[in-house]
């Protein structure tokens, strides 16, 4: 089987900066086939990215067309990308989310897709060496660019786009400043091709996917760690994909309602037997993985309610709010104060 790669340039008054990107197909190709619509395929996805100068469209081996991610088999046809913990950088890539990948008999669903086109090409490339099934669904967990901003990789692949019924609202008024901010961060060469997408089918409560004979249950959430999160359960192998609901090693991340979160955390106690969080290890046993989460959103609701009794400052308050927590998370300094801010101004007007 062959891909398309093309040369993608940024062009500037000093130097061009240009990386190879994959032009996926939602079936598999041969040389010739490749070939003969290589010239089409690589002017159209020119049209969708007018910033960059498209050239050099040449048909490749799979196996040659670019390092793909190393999968962990959480479970029987689930295979999870671990991302690292960090801040965007040019050496993570945007590499920072837990990607997962669901076979049924007869497609594949992508959960999560990466904060580069980068990252997908790489999770899209691993995919293609466990199969060849059609990648029919990539479902978004929420709105953060960490785990939205490769998903077009996966829609040029024949994907249908599928999030929370708020999702493409919310993605749609902070896409051009996850653009701008990831390719500051990352660096144009990293960030070369990224380009928002967004969903054409919002899911408002429950929804079931079919991949045949395996059937995946959506379920939308009440504001929480955002106001659009989903998660996605598997039911042959009682596998919860619990998008950054749950977080582990990496500082939770308040984008939402602490409130909302904290009810939602308990509302997941269903006969689950492995959890993948947003962040962290690939796969948690459950509840007792998500002990760690707990306190810490208590911690953090119960300090908050203390410096609000006491008649403290937001100012002075957020410098010690869940202070006690430091020593159990990575990134507490990146989000703590963060999630104190949040917490202290939804939670004075209780």
């Known amino acids: ?23 996926p197909s939602p079936t598999p190709l041969t040389r010739e086939e490749c070939q003969s619509s290589a010239k089409t395929r690589a002017k159209a996805w020119q049209e969708n990215h007018p910033s960059l100068v498209v050239t050099d469209p040449t048909c490749t081996a799979r196996e040659q067309s670019g390092t793909a991610f190393d999968l962990t088999e959480i479970a029987p046809g689930i295979h999870v990308h671990e991302g690292g913990i960090g801040i965007p950088s040019p050496k993570n890539g945007g590499d920072l989310a837990n990607l997962s990948v669901v076979i049924g008999d007869t ?36 709105m953060h660019p960490d785990h939205a901003l490769g998903a077009a990789v996966f829609v040029e692949a024949g994907a249908k786009l599928i999030g929370h019924a708020k999702l493409d609202r919310g993605l749609r008024a902070r896409a051009i400043n996850y653009e701008t901010s990831l390719n500051t961060l990352i660096g144009a060469k990293g960030f070369i091709g990224t380009k928002a997408v967004f969903p054409v089918e919002g899911i408002k409560e429950n929804h079931e996917i079919d991949l045949g004979g395996r059937v995946l249950q959506l379920r ?52 689950i037997d492995r959890l993948v969080p947003g962040h962290g290890t690939p796969s948690l ?4 993985g998500g002990e760690a989460q707990r306190a810490y959103l208590e911690t953090l609701m119960n300090d908050t309610r203390k410096a609000i009794r006491k008649g403290e400052s937001i100012d002075k308050a957020i410098e010690h709010i869940a202070e006690s927590e430091r020593k159990n998370w990575s990134l507490f300094d990146e989000f703590n104060i963060r999630n104190a801010t949040a917490a202290f101004k939804e939670l004075e007007w209780e």
């Not at 009440?222 to 596998?239: E, G, L, M, Q, Y």
């Open 220 to 271: 939308a959430w009440p504001t929480a760690h955002t106001d659009n999160d989903i998660t996605v359960f598997d039911r042959r192998t009682k596998t919860l994909f619990a998008g950054d609901l749950v977080f582990a090693g990496h500082t939770p991340a308040l984008d939402g309602s602490l409130l909302g979160w904290v009810k939602v955390i308990e509302q997941l106690d269903w006969d």
């Open 1 to 23: 089987m062959f891909e398309l790669i093309v040369m993608a340039c940024l062009t500037g008054d000093f130097s061009d900066i240009c990386a190879s990107r994959i032009l």
């Open 285 to 288: 046993s459950w509840p007792e």
């Open 107 to 142: 497609s594949v669903a992508v959960i999560d897709a990466g904060g580069t086109r980068a990252v997908a090409e790489s999770l899209y490339l691993a995919i293609r060496r466990l199969t060849n099934k059609p990648i029919s669904h990539i479902i978004l967990t929420h």
